[in-house]
């Protein structure tokens, strides 16, 4: 399953949820527990403080979304289990960036359009990173993060530094057995370790 598709259900279930107050259940702790791992990855202090990632709610959704990419790509390489998980999470994300949208105060009549353009984001990211990390192009990656990550501020002097992260991430994630990542287990390296 490509992540167009995890998308695309993940829109759709989203929207079944806040309609019908649906629970889908399954497989909740081993989603939970990986959606933890990915947001304690995704709020290590070293982007926001020293590679100048914006501290806003729009930053934060491109640091999750990075992460989210990264173990998304890792699931959908894996068997049926791991592929039900990856939509797990896909919905469980967007449903978190429902609430996110709500506890700004954006309106409900807003919110779906505000989920559609974000999932348009995070759809483009997810293609540009991916196409990226597949050729190993890392000057490509870290122009793509430095687009999505800081819009508007040209040469970013972290992008580099950023597109490291995602590359050793990556290898961390693929050398994680299947059964560690359907355990909830996920090891995501420290940001601004020694070589980046």
């Known amino acids: 399953m490509q992540l167009h598709e995890l998308l695309q ?18 497989n909740q ?47 959908t ?12 999470l896909t919905d469980k994300f967007f449903t978190e960036v429902d609430h996110s949208l709500r506890e700004l105060g954006i309106g409900d009549v807003a919110v779906p359009k505000r989920i559609k353009k974000l999932a348009k984001m995070f759809y483009g990211r997810a293609a540009s990173y991916g196409v990226a990390l597949e050729a190993g192009d890392k000057a490509e990656l870290a122009t793509a993060l430095a687009r999505n990550v800081v819009p508007g501020q040209g040469d970013w002097p972290f992008g580099p530094q ?13 050398a994680q057995s299947d059964s560690q990542l359907l355990a909830g287990n996920l090891e995501f390296p420290v940001a601004g370790a020694a070589g980046e």
Request: proline share 3%.
């Open 29 to 75: 702790e081993i989603t939970g527990a990986i959606y933890a791992a990915i947001v304690a990855a995704a709020r290590q202090p070293h982007f926001y403080s020293d590679w100048d990632v914006p501290d806003t709610p729009l930053g934060r959704f491109e640091m999750m979304s990075i992460h989210m990419i990264l173990v998304l790509r890792r699931l």
């Open 77 to 88: 390489k894996g068997g049926s289990a791991e592929k039900e998980i990856a939509q797990e």
């Open 9 to 26: 259900k993940a829109l759709k279930n989203v929207i079944f949820q806040r309609l019908f107050n649906r629970d889908r259940g399954k």
């Open 162 to 174: 950023l597109a490291h992260y995602l590359e050793e991430a990556g290898r961390l994630l693929a």
